[in-house]
Each structure stands twice: as C-alpha cells, then as structure tokens.
C-alpha cells in the first residue's frame, strides 16, 4: 500500500519567504509527527497530530512555525518569514495510534534558505 | 544529556565483518526503535522492539529494558549496508520519538 508521502521533495527559498511542506500520512492512521534535521545534526521532534485533539507543539522553535491537519489526512508545515537556520530536512511520520508506537516516514522535504 | 546516545559515532569495517553499533536510554519505555537514514535522507524503519531479540535476514536487534540498552547487529556486512543507523525511544505524552545521534557506518568491499 501507499506510504507517507511529501511534497515537494526540495524546496529553495529567499530568506524572509513563506514556505508550506506538506505530508500525506498513511490512510487511517490517526497520528502524524513532524521531525527535522539540519545539517550535522541530529533529529528533534516539531509537532504531533491525533485524530481530533489539540496538537502537540512542544517541539516548534518559534511562532514562525506552525501547521495543519486536516481531520485524520493532511497535513501542512507552513514557516513564515525564513530564516537561514531553518535549511534541513523535514520529516513526516505517521502511526496507526500514539500507542502503537510504530511510525512509518516519508521521504522528507529538504529545505533550502538562501 | 541526550536521553538517547550511541556509540560509536562512526564505524568503519571491511565487507563481511560483524558490526554492533549500541544504544543507551534513560527516559522510561516500553519500545525502541532502530531507523536506517542513507544518503538522500530517506529513514526506514528497521526495527521496534521492547523485549528480546528480533531478526531480520541479516540484521538483528536485542533490547534489555532493565539495562536500557540496545544492539543492533550486522552479520556478514556488506557495501550496501553503508548508512546512518539511529536509535529513537518514544517519549512525552505524544510519544514523540527521541533520537540518538546516530552512527555513520561505512562498509568497505
């Protein structure tokens, strides 16, 4: 079956542009993280989605970052005003429960800010 | 301190050799998670266990949870093998996964 899938897979933008990634979780799976990883470094967790409840935003660096979900599908990354510091990787993950643990990743979207 | 660290950072073997690469957590949980990451930034998920020893064809993961630790083993290593290999533990109420800072294996032939 389909995996998680995102888009685009590259993005380059001037800094102090908007930019919104997007990630298609696997059907029915009711969570959905987004995890970055800049150059050199490791993984750090941004937002987390499940179901109908309130996200989780423990993990976004600033009010420059925020997102989406649409019900149990969709969800949208947007960062406003780029910055440099924010070139990586990001990753989608989606799990059928918080409690399955399991999360299967997307290709990420490698963010360039010039 | 990171709650998730691993060792080595970096590993370099020859083709065939058997490979360990461990995990240490200290956050409380009841799975880990062993993720592949090649060079394009693509992570598979290799592994997620929370007892015991589960195998792979040629790879294999053991977890003791009263030690907190983990090995993710490569028998019979080939190029292809070549990767970062990450260990992540869920944690927080989003069960929200804390990764290690990964190992960068290189398998020569």
């Known amino acids: 079956g389909a995996g998680v899938s995102q888009s685009p897979s590259n993005k380059v933008t001037e800094k102090g542009k908007d930019v919104e990634l997007r990630c298609d979780p696997i059907?029915?799976?009711?969570?959905l993280y987004w995890y970055r990883q800049r150059l050199g470094q490791g993984l750090e967790f941004l937002i987390y989605?499940?179901?109908?409840?309130?996200?989780?935003k423990s993990g976004l660096p600033s009010d420059r970052f925020s997102a989406e979900r649409t019900g149990e599908s969709v969800s949208t990354l947007t960062i406003q005003r780029t910055q440099q510091e924010d070139s990586a990787v990001y990753l989608c993950a989606s799990s059928r429960t918080r409690d399955s643990y399991e999360q299967y990743f997307g290709p990420g979207t490698r963010l360039t800010v010039t | 301190k990171n709650e998730v660290e691993q060792s080595p950072q970096n590993l370099t073997a020859q083709e065939g050799e058997f490979i360990t690469i461990n995990c240490s957590y200290s956050v409380g949980i009841s799975a880990l998670h062993w993720l592949q990451q090649h060079p394009g930034g693509g992570i598979v998920s290799l592994f997620m266990l929370s007892s015991g020893k589960k195998k792979h064809g040629r790879l294999i993961a053991t977890i003791n949870i009263q030690e907190k630790h983990s090995s993710l083993h490569i028998t019979a290593s080939h190029p292809r093998d070549s990767a970062v290999y990450i260990c992540a533990a869920p944690s927080g109420s989003a069960r929200q996964l804390t990764f290690g800072s990964g190992t960068q294996l290189t398998v020569l032939p």
């Open positions: 989605f499940q179901g109908n409840s309130a996200p989780d």
């Open positions: 059907s029915g799976h009711t969570a």
